[in-house]
C-alpha cells in the first residue's frame, strides 16, 4: 500500500478523501494549520466510519510558510493537494486570494518534487473552467479556462490562477506528474460543522431563510464522488497530465433542488421556498442582500458542465444527484438535532 498525503484533511473534501483511503487500507497523512485542530479532524473521521485504528498523521504546515512541508511529503508516494487558502471577510483587492493560493500551490508542489513524489492531484474547481464567459448557457469541458479579465470573483480569480501556475511549474521542472479535479458545487454528507459553501444553500432553504428563489443554474456533485476520483486520478496512468471535471449529471436550477427537496423531505421541508425571484428582482435587492451580491453575474445563467472525460478514461461513476440532495438535507438536519 501507498502513503499518500493530503493537505486541509480539516476540510470538506479534505476529510472525505482522507476516508476514502482509510478505507482502503492506505497509510495516511494530512496537514491542518493548527494541531489544535487534530481533534475535531479525527471526531470527522470517526463519524464517517473511520477505524480507531486507522494509520493517520496529523501534521502542521500552512500555505503561506514553508516550515513543514519537507516534513509531510517525505517518503510520500502520492500528494492529494485539496487545501487551499481562506479569508474570514470580503478582500480588498484580488492578490489578498490570489497570492496565497498560488503561492500555496508552487510551495506543495516544489516539496513533492523534491521528496521525489509520483503524482500529486491537485483540487481546482469549476471556477477555473466556467466563469467569464459571455454565452448565458452552455456545456463547459476541461478544454475551457475562467477568463480572469472578464471581472470574476476573487476566489474563481486564485483557482483558476493557481491552477495554470501548477501546470506551468510540472511542464517547466518535470520530475512530477499532475492531475487536477475541477468539482462543481460540493454536496452530500457533513461529518462537522465545516463544509462545502455550497450546502449553504440547502442549509437556507431548509431554514426559511431564503423567501424566494434566485435564478441561477450550476452543477452538482457528491464530495463522496469527489473523493473517489481524486483516488483514480491519483493511480490511473490515464490521468497523468490531465484535469477533469467532477459534476452528476446536469446542471440543475435552484427551483429543481428546491422541488427535490419537497419531494425526498415532505413536512421537513415545509419552509423550503416554492416561488422564483425574477432576475430583474434579485439585481435590485443584490443592492441590499450579500447572498444575492454574491451571485452577481450568475443570476439567470445556467452553468452546465460535462464529467464525460472522467468517465471515459478513469470509469467514475457518480451516484445520482437527486439522491445527494436529499442526503445532504438529511445530514444538516441531524446535525442540528
Known amino acids: 500500500m501507498a502513503e499518500v498525503l493530503v493537505t486541509g484533511g480539516s476540510g470538506y473534501i479534505g476529510s472525505w478523501c482522507v476516508l476514502a483511503l482509510l478505507a482502503e487500507g492506505q497509510t495516511v497523512r494530512t496537514t491542518v494549520r493548527d494541531l489544535k485542530k ?20 496529523v501534521l502542521r504546515a500552512d500555505l503561506q510558510q514553508d516550515a513543514g512541508w519537507r516534513e509531510a511529503v517525505a517518503g510520500c508516494d502520492y500528494v492529494l493537494h485539496v ?7 470580503v478582500p480588498k483587492n484580488d492578490d ?3 497570492v496565497p493560493a498560488r503561492d ?4 506543495v508542489l516544489r516539496a513533492a518534487r523534491e521528496a521525489g513524489v509520483r503524482r500529486v492531484v491537485l483540487t481546482s474547481a469549476f471556477g477555473a473552467i466556467g466563469m467569464g464567459h459571455p454565452e448565458k448557457s ?5 478544454d475551457d479556462w475562467t477568463d480572469v479579465d472578464a471581472g470574476v470573483a476573487p476566489y474563481q480569480k486564485s483557482k483558476t490562477l493557481a491552477e495554470k501556475a501548477a501546470w506551468r511549474f510540472v511542464a517547466e521542472h518535470g520530475g512530477l506528474e499532475l492531475a487536477v479535479v475541477n468539482p462543481v458545487g460540493v454536496l452530500g454528507p457533513v461529518l462537522g460543522p465545516d463544509y462545502s459553501p455550497s450546502l449553504g444553500l440547502v442549509r437556507r432553504m431548509l431554514d426559511g431563510e431564503m ?18 476520483l481524486h483516488l483514480r486520478a491519483m493511480t490511473d496512468p ?68 460535462t464529467a464525460q472525460k472522467a468517465r471515459r478514461l478513469l470509469g467514475w461513476s457518480p451516484r445520482p444527484i437527486a439522491d445527494t440532495i436529499a442526503e445532504t438535507a438529511e445530514s444538516l438536519l441531524a446535525l442540528d438535532a
Open 38 to 57: 487534530e481533534p475535531a479532524v479525527r471526531a470527522m473521521l470517526h463519524t464517517g466510519g473511520a477505524p480507531a485504528d486507522a494509520k493517520l498523521t
Open 83 to 89: 487545501a487551499s487558502p481562506t479569508l474570514t471577510s
Open 96 to 98: 489578498e486570494m490570489v
Open 104 to 107: 500555496g500551490v508552487l510551495r
Open 138 to 142: 452552455r456545456v463547459f469541458t476541461e
Open 211 to 228: 423567501p424566494a428563489l434566485p435564478k441561477f443554474g450550476m452543477g452538482y456533485v457528491d464530495v463522496r464522488d469527489v473523493a473517489d
Open 238 to 305: 490515464a490521468a497523468a497530465g490531465e484535469r477533469f471535471l467532477a459534476i452528476s449529471g446536469h446542471s440543475l436550477w435552484v427551483r429543481e433542488i428546491a422541488a427535490i427537496l419537497r419531494d425526498r423531505l415532505g413536512d421537513r421541508a415545509a419552509k423550503v421556498p416554492t416561488r422564483e425571484l425574477p432576475v430583474w428582482t434579485a439585481r435590485a435587492l443584490a443592492r441590499v442582500n450579500p447572498d444575492l451580491r454574491v451571485l452577481g453575474p450568475q443570476l439567470g445563467r445556467n452553468y452546465d458542465a
